[in-house]
C-alpha cells in the first residue's frame, strides 16, 4: 500500500525552526522527485519546495527560499523540510507529495499532512 | 492574489453539468506547460483528479474531463453528484516566478 506520513508538525515561536519529516512507503522513492505544499487556515493550495529524484537539486518558493531546506535520504524513504526563522504566515498545514515529471510537474500521491503553527 | 485566476464557487443540481475556469498566462498556461486539477474534499488531503490537461487516473470517474486553450483550462464535472462537493485546485507551472503554482480554489456546491 502506498503511504506518506508527515510528521514534525507542532507549535512553534517566531524565529524558531521545525523539522518536518515524510516517511514513504510502497514506491521506490529514489525515482521521483518530492514535493511540499503548504495550506494556511482557510486558504487555498500553496507550493512550497521541491527535490528532485537525482542530483538532489532542489526548487523554493520566494516566499520560503533561504529560510526553509528540503533534503531527502533514499536509504531512509524519507523527504524532510528544515524550517527556520519561521514566520506567522508559515503557520499552515504541510503536506509532502509524490512527484510525476512529464513536461511539467504534476502531484499524484500525497499526505495527510502535518500542522505547523508559529505563534507566541 | 493567485497566479492562476479560478472562480471562487460554482454550484450545480445534481445530474448537471458545471465547469470550472483556470485563467493563467504567457508565462504559465500561455506558455504551453500542462495543466492539472486536484480535487481537496472537506478535512481531507488533496487528490489528483485530472493530470496533462485531460488525463483522469485511475479510479477517477469518466464525468470528469479537463480541457486546455491558450492560456486558459477548463475542469468539467458532468452528472453531479453530492459526494463532488469539495474544493477543486488548478495547478502549473510558472517560468517568470521559476515555481510551480496553484490557482486558488473553487468551491463547489451541489444543490
Known amino acids: 500500500e502506498v503511504q506518506l506520513l508527515e510528521s514534525g508538525g507542532g507549535l512553534a515561536q517566531p524565529g524558531g525552526s521545525l523539522r518536518l519529516s515524510c516517511a514513504v512507503s510502497g514506491f521506490t522513492f529514489s525515482n521521483y522527485p518530492m514535493t511540499w505544499v503548504r495550506q494556511a487556515p482557510g486558504k487555498g493550495l500553496e507550493w512550497v519546495s521541491g527535490?528532485?529524484?537525482?542530483?538532489?537539486?532542489?526548487y523554493y518558493a520566494d516566499s520560503v527560499r533561504g529560510r526553509f531546506t528540503i533534503s531527502r535520504d533514499n536509504s531512509k524513504n524519507t523527504l524532510y523540510l528544515d524550517m527556520n526563522s519561521l514566520r506567522a504566515e508559515d503557520t499552515a498545514v504541510y503536506y509532502c507529495?509524490?512527484?510525476?515529471?512529464?513536461?511539467?510537474?504534476?502531484?499524484?500521491?500525497w499526505g495527510r499532512g502535518t500542522l505547523v503553527t508559529v505563534s507566541s | 492574489q493567485s497566479v492562476l485566476t479560478q472562480p471562487p464557487s460554482v454550484s450545480g443540481a445534481p445530474g448537471q453539468r458545471v465547469t470550472i475556469s483556470c485563467t493563467g498566462s504567457s508565462s504559465n498556461i500561455g506558455a504551453g506547460y500542462d495543466v492539472h486539477w486536484y480535487q481537496q474534499l472537506p478535512a481531507t488531503a488533496p487528490k489528483l483528479l485530472i493530470s496533462?490537461?485531460?488525463n483522469r487516473p485511475s479510479g477517477v470517474p469518466d464525468r470528469f474531463s479537463g480541457s486546455k486553450s491558450g492560456a486558459s483550462a477548463s475542469l468539467a464535472i458532468s452528472g453531479l453528484q453530492g459526494d463532488d462537493e469539495a474544493e477543486y485546485y488548478c495547478q502549473s507551472y510558472d517560468s517568470s516566478l521559476t515555481a510551480w503554482v496553484f490557482g486558488g480554489g473553487t468551491r463547489l456546491t451541489v444543490l
Open positions: 507529495a509524490k512527484v510525476t515529471v512529464t513536461h511539467t510537474w504534476f502531484f499524484d500521491l
Open positions: 527535490i528532485r529524484d537525482f542530483h538532489n537539486h532542489t
Open positions: 496533462v490537461n485531460n
